[in-house]
């Protein structure tokens, strides 16, 4: 059975969940699932990652993540060095959102780790040479901001975290391996989503921009997202809903058409469906919260 590792383990402040560890000559390691997120970075070496689903070869240039609820482990190593960044984004407040724009961004962070649970695909990320060494120098800065914590570190790691993904993000996309199409065909349409949910999208659009039919991206995005596409766009809108609420001048009516709803009423029965609370009950907890 797959151990759980706990949060209260791994870093040393709860107020801020980031901790960069690098495994030299990584051994063999038994199935352990997190109540965080892991990027992994093999920096040399290799081995085969095992998961409950499936297994598969790693080599130095691969890179991956481990989204918390998945049980993963290593068998077969042989000299490998790899680097895991661990880390909560919510507490930490990355501003992720502003890579809503990468489609790499999506396929890294968001599409593969949930295909790679389903056991349905094995292709990673694998960096260049080139690439590998300057996302080296982006881990190196970070880690020594974490291990000298002088002041003003939490700032800084968390610049260089962000600087990473932004720089994997990008590599992902300018990725020139056929495997990655699929995916950041996956990656562009989160990215339409998020860049135009305020306006009316269809599912025509998605399959357009996707290149597959109907059929084919609602089963993929159910099997991606554990949602449909429409589905996925309403969820899109709560969460941008949720953003403008907490300002106490807002209007709920404003809120819903801001955020592409074209019916206030419509728009307060989504929310309460995916938040559990109303517009009005939201808004008065979080200025409550706020206040407390």
Do not use: W
Not at 26 to 35: C, I, L, N, T, V
Not at 57 to 86: C, K, P, Q, S
Not at 108 to 134: I, T
Not at 163 to 175: A, E, K, P, Q, V
Request: include cysteine.
């Amino acid at each position: 059975m797959a151990g759980r590792v706990k949060a209260s383990q791994v870093f040393e402040d709860k107020s801020f969940p980031l901790a960069c560890l690098r495994c030299e000559s990584h051994g063999p390691a038994g199935p352990h699932s997190h109540e965080f997120h892991e990027l992994v970075v093999i920096l040399a070496g290799r081995g085969r990652h095992v998961t409950d689903v499936e297994t598969y070869d790693i080599e130095a240039g691969d890179v991956f993540v481990i989204r918390g609820e998945m049980a993963h482990g290593y068998a077969d190593t042989d000299r490998m060095t790899l680097v895991n960044i661990l880390y909560n984004p919510r507490p930490l407040g990355l501003p992720l959102a502003e890579l809503r724009d990468v489609p790499g961004y999506h396929a890294l962070f968001r599409v593969e780790p949930r295909l790679r649970a389903a056991g349905r695909f094995q292709n990673r990320m694998r960096l260049p040479e080139e690439e590998l060494a300057e996302a080296s120098g982006m881990i190196f800065r970070l880690q020594e901001e974490m291990e000298r914590k002088q002041s003003g570190y939490r700032f800084m790691a968390c610049v260089h975290l962000m600087n990473l993904i932004g720089f994997l993000s990008r590599c992902y996309s300018r990725g020139p391996q056929p495997s990655f199409r699929p995916l950041l065909k996956m990656g562009e349409v989160l990215s339409f989503i998020e860049c135009h949910y305020r306006e009316p999208i269809s599912i025509r659009q998605l399959t357009k921009i996707a290149g597959m039919s109907e059929s084919t991206l609602m089963r993929t995005f159910q099997r991606v997202m554990k949602h449909s596409p429409i589905d996925h766009v309403i969820r899109v809108r709560v969460s941008r809903a949720c953003d403008l609420l907490q300002r106490p001048e807002a209007r709920i009516t404003e809120v819903a058409f801001e955020t592409g709803f074209q019916d206030s009423n419509y728009f307060s029965r989504q929310f309460k469906k995916i938040t559990g609370a109303t517009p009005r009950e939201f808004r008065a907890r979080t200025l409550a919260g706020r206040r407390a």
